[in-house]
């Protein structure tokens, strides 16, 4: 859907933003709090190190003029001894190492290292009081740290000496240590705490965008029913804001996306597509709560003749007016309806008071109800459609056949479910229309094989598969073979002998009955052909033929055309018509047996005394032979009342001039019971079963070859 496409992309982008924009200000955060905090440490060291440094030469200058101060009046006046006193003390303080002065003549004058004496008076080596002599100025080095530092001692432009102390500065040093140490210490801690507040800072900035990333991320995922609170006061506030804005636009356009999509314009009630989705939902929820629910697929009885005779407008209002009924039952028996839009989804169905009434198309409507009140609704309905329905000053009586499915018993998925209720309404049609039929598995699978022979016929013709079955006829009287009676087979390739029942009514459904027709009277007049040079008594070969194949004209044509090409004896091809095709309307079909007799075909009238016989109309066609059926002679023998309807009609049959063949003749007593009335012919398994052509030969060969008493009748 392209609305979710925006908000997924929205929610990428706002995901894209947000790791980049944490990780971004965690990053700026640290990298501002390390350099400010860097560059206040290396001041404070600076500063601090210079401290200690001036520090360090205010000693050092002080211990120098201490030393001169005090040195030069015992100078001037050569009171050396106390001067070595005053210098033992000095030498004394911590950071002096060594303190002497040497004379202008560069004679050690007073040493204050006396341990080992063995400067004093002694002409001094030392360059550095040399240079501050020399130049009358201060001179300083360091040597292996040690600060040396020679003073002039000038009065005027008198010269006493130079005064030289070696200044010790561990003590400043280890101050300028301590100084980087504690700032180092000072540093990496307020690093720590930046980053740590740095990472608090970037979150806290960062947690309103995490919050619309995850709103927009349920929002893709379908989830429309939410807003998202931010009160930051700023941009991602107002971003907020608009994703609320851009929901409740997104919610109301879905909803109008639904109802455009998934209700039906006509009826408003769903449409296939939102019962396929929910049926769907409904399907995994019942099989995951172990519930059961049925499907009933209505269809309106004749709906096309009312479209044909009264325009598709009046059409449809009906089927308004059928779906404002189905909605009608469904609340008077208790059932709260769903609809488009509905809160409730598959998910949280109620199974013991939901009800969904949806239209697939055209003038079929499907219900979703509980198994429990299926029997109550459908009998609701079909009583309701009893009552006319007025449409623009029209009154139409129209009835519905409904198909019911249960879930889980009949399919186990919404699909298949839909299809046995669909199944389940043409069992209904075919029960008769204006009732309802419960899905029957076994009916079903009939039906299929029944559809996949039918796909078949096609090919069998062409594979010439149909082969013929001949039963013998006989004569009552010595049991002598009169004729046979010519059966189509289906030699099926998998399914073996197929009989005539099986496949015949779907031929038919097919228009395929003229094909098989040629087959079986080619195979007949083969057969004929083949056999009767080899005897050397009459025999008749009846063939049965149908109201479709005496329609057929070219059908007809041909079977004349065939049967004079034959060249057979008169009489040796008897065509068997059904009492219901002989009564059938239409001159054509009358003309057309006409024609056919008249090239020396005999006609039998097939099944007689199970159809619908008009007397008037029997005695206008020219038949020569009537066959019994065999529900008439079942009982013969056994049952007076069935020896005189069979009497009465051979009686009848005499009027008529017709020769009777009695059919399916099983026992000796009925045959011992016919041979006691004026029937000529009998057909039945006492005689012979239907058999293949060439056994007919074979089996034909040992009657003919048995004298009539040894017959089996
Ligand atoms: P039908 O013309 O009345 O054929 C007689 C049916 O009765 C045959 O069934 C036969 O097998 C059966 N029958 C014969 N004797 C007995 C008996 O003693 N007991 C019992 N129970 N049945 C017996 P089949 O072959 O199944 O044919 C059924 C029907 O199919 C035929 O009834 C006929 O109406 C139709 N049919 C068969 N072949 C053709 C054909 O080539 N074309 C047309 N249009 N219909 C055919
Ligand atoms: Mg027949
Ligand atoms: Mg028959």
């Known amino acids: 859907m392209p609305m979710l496409a925006v908000v997924n ?5 706002v995901r894209l933003a947000k790791s980049g924009l944490g990780r971004r200000l965690s990053f700026v955060f640290g990298a501002l709090i390390s350099t400010i905090v860097g560059a206040v440490i290396l001041i404070n060291v600076q500063t601090q190190l210079q401290l200690v440094h001036e520090r360090q030469e205010l000693r050092l200058f002080h211990l120098l003029d201490m030393a001169t101060e005090v040195s030069l009046p015992y100078l001037i006046e050569g009171r050396a001894a106390e001067l ?9 303080q911590p950071d002096v190492l060594d303190l002497f002065i040497v004379d202008p003549d560069g004679v050690t004058v007073v040493e204050s290292d006396e341990e080992d004496g063995l400067d ?8 550095l009081t040399r240079a501050a002599s020399e130049t009358g100025e201060i001179q300083r080095r360091t040597f292996e740290r040690v600060q040396q530092i020679a003073k002039p001692l000038l009065i005027g432009n008198v010269n006493y000496g130079t005064l030289r102390l070696d200044f010790d500065p561990e003590g400043f040093q280890a101050d300028s240590e301590k100084v980087w140490t504690t700032n180092l210490l000072a540093g990496i801690l307020f690093v720590l705490v930046g980053l740590f507040t740095s990472n608090i800072v970037s ?8 919050r619309l990333t995850r709103a927009t991320e349920r929002a893709a995922g379908g989830d429309l029913d939410q807003t998202i609170s931010v009160s930051t006061n700023d941009e991602i506030e107002s971003l907020a804001t608009s994703f609320n804005t851009m929901l409740i636009a997104l919610r109301s356009s879905i909803q109008e996306i639904h109802e455009v999509a998934y209700k039906d314009k006509l009826t408003g009630v769903p449409n296939r597509a939102w019962l396929s989705h929910q049926l769907e939902q409904i399907a995994i929820e019942a099989s995951s709560r172990q519930e059961a629910f049925s499907v009933l697929f209505l269809d309106l009885d004749d709906f096309k003749s009312v479209n044909d005779n009264h325009g598709h407008h009046v059409g449809d209002m009906l089927l308004v007016l059928f779906a404002d009924r189905l909605r009608k039952c469904v609340l008077d028996t208790g059932l709260v309806l769903l609809n488009v839009g509905s809160v409730r989804s598959g998910s949280n169905y109620r199974f013991e008071s939901d009800a969904v009434v949806a239209r697939l198309g055209g003038d079929e409507f499907t219900i979703v109800v509980p198994t429990s009140l299926c029997h109550v609704l459908v009998e609701r309905i079909i009583d309701i459609m009893q009552e006319p329905l007025r449409v623009e000053g029209l009154t139409l009586r129209t009835t519905t056949s409904i198909g019911v499915a249960n879930f889980p018993d009949h399919a186990p998925s919404c699909e298949l479910l839909l299809k046995h209720a669909d199944v389940a309404m043409y069992q209904a049609k075919r029960a008769g229309r204006n009732t309802f039929a419960l899905y029957d598995g076994d009916q079903h699978r009939l039906a299929i094989e029944r559809q996949e022979l039918a796909a078949d016929i096609r090919d069998a013709i062409d594979m010439d598969q149909f082969v013929i079955f001949l039963q013998p006829q006989f004569y009552i009287s010595d049991g002598m073979v009169s004729g046979a009676e010519a059966l189509v087979r289906w030699n099926h390739p998998v399914r073996g002998i197929l009989g ?3 496949f015949l009514p779907l031929a038919a459904g097919a228009g395929l009955l003229p094909d098989i027709g040629r087959l079986v009277m080619r195979k007949t007049l083969a057969a004929a052909q083949r056999i009767l040079p080899s005897v050397d008594v009459p025999l008749t070969f009846a063939m049965n033929l149908s109201v479709d194949e005496l329609a057929d004209e070219k059908f007809v044509e041909d079977l004349l055309w065939r ?7 008169a009489g040796t091809i008897e065509l068997e018509i059904t009492e ?6 239409g001159s054509a079909i009358t003309q057309r047996l006409e024609r056919l007799r008249l090239v020396g075909t005999r006609l039998a009238i097939d099944d007689f005394g199970v159809g619908y016989s008009n007397l008037g109309r029997l005695k206008g066609l020219a038949f020569d032979t009537l066959k019994l059926d065999r529900s008439l002679l079942q009982d013969v023998g056994e049952d007076e009342e069935a020896e005189d309807l069979m009497a009465t009609i051979l009686a009848m049959a005499q009027v008529m001039k017709a020769d009777v063949v009695a059919e399916g003749i099983e026992t000796e007593t009925q045959l011992s019971v016919l041979g006691k009335y004026p029937c000529k012919y009998f057909q039945g398994y006492l005689g012979a079963r239907p058999m293949p052509v060439d056994h007919f030969v074979v089996w034909l060969d040992q009657q003919l070859a048995q004298a009539p008493q040894d017959k089996v009748c």
């Not at 049967?563 to 004896?569: F, T, V």
Request: hydrophobic residues 45%; without cysteine; proline residues 7%.
């Open 580 to 585: 219901n095709t002989a009564m059938s309307d």
């Open 500 to 502: 005539p029942d099986m």
């Open 84 to 92: 070595d006193i005053i210098f033992e003390e000095l030498r004394g």
């Open 563 to 569: 049967i004079d090409a034959a060249n057979l004896p």
């Open 120 to 127: 004093f008076l002694k002409t001094s080596d030392d360059i």
């Open 9 to 13: 992309a929205l929610g990428d982008g």
């Open 203 to 210: 979150a806290r900035l960062v947690r309103p965008l995490n």
